[in-house]
């Protein structure tokens, strides 16, 4: 998955947690079982997103860092 694809799922998945937190308000009630489920499922997934993303960087970062090495020999 590329930088994009990941924002793009992520920002999906926080859309789905607000909607699901909106919807309790409105009704002014807790979260049933099942939503609290699937809302520590999609929490779980924006972490290992967040994860993933900073990996994506780390690497990004280490490629720029080996061509300056590169360039400068």
Do not use: G, P, W
Not at 23 to 31: I, P, S
Request: glycine fraction near 0%; hydrophobic fraction near 30%; charge should be negative.
């Amino acid at each position: 998955m590329n930088s994009l694809e990941i924002q793009d799922k992520k920002a999906l998945l926080k859309q789905r947690a607000n909607e699901m937190c909106d919807n309790c308000k409105l009704e002014v009630r807790m979260f049933t079982e099942s939503e609290q489920s699937e809302y520590n499922e999609i929490i779980k997934q924006i972490k290992n997103l967040n994860s993933e993303m900073r990996d994506f960087e780390d690497r990004l970062n280490n490629t720029k860092e080996e061509r300056k090495k590169i360039i400068n020999i």
